[in-house]
């Protein structure tokens, strides 16, 4: 009788043991879970916001190619260039900017 309570203990300390184990790891795999998910969303929007600026970027190199008025006004701004008859007055910006 001894003997069978002993060997019923055993085994109840292995199960409880094996039970234990099994729950740490399992919470351990479940906050590695939520962990990727969460990365995984932010990889979403990031992938978002760079096909938003691709799409621009490419509109811009559109007009670019095809809308001579546009690269006129990009290289007026950008560079400061004016035609022969033309005058460019600059003003300090008073924000400092």
Do not use: H
């Not at 001894?2 to 055993?10: Q, V």
């Not at 292995?14 to 990727?36: D, H, K, M, P």
């Not at 190619?65 to 022969?84: F, H, Q, S, T, W």
């Amino acid at each position: 009788m001894p003997f069978r309570r002993l060997l019923l203990a055993a085994y109840l300390l292995l199960i409880l043991t094996v039970a234990a184990g099994s729950a740490a790891y399992f919470w351990q795999t479940r906050q590695e879970y939520r962990q990727l998910v969460a990365g995984e969303e932010q990889a979403r929007w990031r992938l978002a916001e760079v096909k938003t600026r691709l799409q621009e970027q490419e509109l811009i190199l559109q007009r670019l190619r095809n809308d001579p008025a546009y690269v006129e006004m990009i290289i007026r701004r950008r560079l400061g260039y004016a035609k022969p008859d033309e005058f460019i007055f600059r003003f300090e910006d008073p924000a400092g900017r």
